[in-house]
C-alpha cells in the first residue's frame, strides 16, 4: 500500500474555531468530518499547487487519508485535474467508511487499508512504469530531471507530461518542484533558512518557495498563530 498512500492523519476537536494555511505537498486527501462522533461530510480534495485557507469549526473532528497521485488512476479511477486546488464532495458510504469506527484510529486504519486492498486486487493491472515513476519521484524529492526520469523508467518526457497534463492538471516539473519545495519546510521549520536541495542559489531557493507557499522561509518559519499547520508538526525540540 506505499505506492499508493503516504499517511493516515487526525485533526481531533480543537475545542474553538481556527483558521490555517494549508501548503502543498505533492499528495492529495480524502478527509471524513465528523460531528458529534458522527459522519456528517466527506469530501476528497485535488492537489494543491498554491496555499489554500481552510476553517475548522471547534467541534470538528477530521480523519485524513493522504494519497500519493498515482491512487487517483488506481483507487479513484479517475483524473483529477478539475479538483485541482478545490475539493468535491463525495457519497458518505464510500469505501464502506460511514460504518467505520471513528472512535479508534488504529482500527479505522486497519479496516480502510483492508478495504482499498480488495479493490486493488480486483481493479485494473497496474502499470509498472507508472509505479517506477513515482517511487523515483518521492524517493528524490523531485530532485530528479525529467529526462533522467525518462531513461530510468523508459517512458518519453513527453508522454510523462502528457500524462500529468491529462491526469493532475499540471506538468511533471510542476509537481518535482512542488515535492522539493515541501521537502524544505522541515529545514525551514527549525530556522535553516538556506537550501537543502538542487536549487541554484539562495535568491531561487526564496523565488520558488514562495511561488509554491506565498511566503518566504522567513515568513514560514516565523509561523505566526501556527498559521503553517504542516511546519508547526516539523518542529524539534
Known amino acids: 500500500m506505499s505506492h499508493f498512500i503516504k499517511c493516515f492523519w487526525e485533526l481531533d476537536k480543537p475545542g474553538k474555531d481556527v483558521d490555517y494555511t494549508i501548503l502543498p505537498d505533492g499528495h492529495f ?3 471524513l468530518e465528523i460531528r458529534h462522533r458522527e459522519l456528517s461530510n466527506i469530501f476528497l480534495t485535488g492537489v494543491w499547487t498554491k496555499p489554500i485557507h481552510v476553517h475548522i469549526d471547534k467541534d470538528v473532528q477530521l480523519i485524513g487519508i ?7 488512476e488506481y483507487i479513484f479511477k ?3 485535474k478539475n479538483m485541482l486546488n478545490s475539493t468535491i464532495d463525495l457519497q458518505r458510504n464510500l469505501f464502506a467508511v460511514k460504518n467505520l469506527p471513528f472512535d479508534d484510529f488504529d482500527l479505522f486504519t486497519d479496516y480502510f487499508l483492508e478495504s482499498i486492498n480488495y479493490g486493488l486486487k480486483n481493479g485494473n493491472e497496474l502499470d509498472d512504469r507508472k509505479l517506477k515513476l513515482f517511487e523515483l519521484l518521492y ?11 525518462a531513461g530510468r523508467v523508459f517512458w518519453s518526457s513527453r508522454q510523462m507530461n502528457r500524462y500529468f497534463n ?4 499540471f506538468s511533471l516539473k510542476t509537481f ?9 519546510f522541515h529545514e525551514i521549520a527549525n530556522g535553516r533558512l538556506f537550501p537543502q536541495q538542487d536549487y541554484f542559489d539562495q535568491a531561487h531557493f526564496i523565488k520558488e518557495i514562495k511561488k ?20 508547526s508538526t516539523l518542529m524539534t525540540s
Open 29 to 31: 486527501d480524502l478527509i
Open 66 to 72: 493522504r494519497f500519493k497521485l498515482i491512487a487517483a
Open 78 to 80: 479517475q483524473s483529477i
Open 139 to 149: 524517493e528524490n524529492k523531485g530532485n530528479l530531471r525529467v529526462s533522467e526520469l
Open 166 to 169: 491529462q491526469q493532475f492538471g
Open 176 to 184: 518535482s518542484n512542488i515535492l522539493k519545495c515541501n521537502s524544505s
Open 212 to 231: 509554491y507557499t506565498g511566503s518566504t522561509p522567513k515568513e514560514l518559519h516565523k509561523n505566526e498563530n501556527d498559521r503553517f499547520l504542516q511546519l
